[in-house]
């Protein structure tokens, strides 16, 4: 059964703070996603990781950076953390292919509330 | 203008009801076009998904696509409490990991 664990479903932090959203696969998938979900806005790609070190931005990668040292596990690190942040954070992860249908699962997301 | 527009709802049914779900979207490059399923506090699912125009059916589910409107649809029939969810299109170029999400549905099916 796939599986894909982010660390917090619940995290509260102050302005200013540097905070870490974890997500761990157990899939041996080569590509590895964070998006953050808004009401309205739907999802939006934050970063995405090809490859254990490799990373791309997204669409909305100001005031995010991600960090991937084991093929697994991808981070998400606020550098300092603003209201305009808080959100719910999902991450996915998916197979390598050439096809745009791969499948990305997703982890049960993080609801952060930047205070 | 969002590359791909879904009405947020939300949209609430009585039991047996057929649900319409649909998204449009700008891009003509878009070959492949999902339908995921997301239950409230956890993350989306893969429900169905098509390539290019046409339907599919799946149970209670079938999905259409018209690339000539940029028009998806997705339609749950015999809709049950356990349908309740919030339903997001999503749609890719064929050679690209990158997927544009719509905003989702969300919808609730009274018993």
């Known amino acids: 059964d796939v599986k894909v664990t982010q660390s917090s479903r619940y995290l509260v932090k102050r302005t200013g703070e540097k905070v870490f959203l974890e997500c761990v696969q157990d899939?041996?998938?080569?590509?590895m996603f964070w998006y953050r979900q808004d009401p309205g806005l739907g999802l939006r790609l934050i970063y995405f990781?090809?490859?254990?070190?490799?990373?791309e931005k997204g669409d909305i990668p100001e005031g995010y950076s991600v960090s991937r040292e084991k093929k697994e596990r991808f981070s998400l690190i606020l550098e300092s953390a603003s209201t305009n942040q808080t959100s719910m954070y999902l991450c996915a992860s998916r197979p390598t292919g050439t096809s745009g249908l791969d499948e990305q699962f997703f982890g049960p997301g993080t609801r952060l509330t930047v205070l | 203008q969002k590359e791909v527009e879904q009405d947020p709802g939300p949209l609430s049914v009585p039991e047996g009801a057929i649900v319409s779900l649909n998204c449009t979207y700008s891009n003509s490059a878009f070959q492949y076009f999902m339908w995921y399923r997301q239950y409230s506090r956890k993350g989306p699912e893969l429900l169905m998904y098509?390539?290019?125009?046409g339907n599919k059916e799946d149970g209670r589910f079938t999905a259409q696509v018209d690339k000539s409107s940029k028009y998806i649809s997705l339609f749950i029939r015999d809709s049950q409490p356990s349908d309740s969810a919030t339903y997001l299109c999503?749609?890719?170029?064929?050679?690209?990991?990158?997927?544009?999400f719509g905003a989702g549905t969300t919808v609730t099916v009274r018993a």
């Open positions: 990781s090809y490859d254990v070190k490799m990373k």
């Open positions: 899939m041996d998938h080569e590509n």
């Open positions: 098509t390539y290019s125009s």
């Open positions: 999503a749609m890719s170029n064929y050679n690209d990991y990158k997927l544009s």
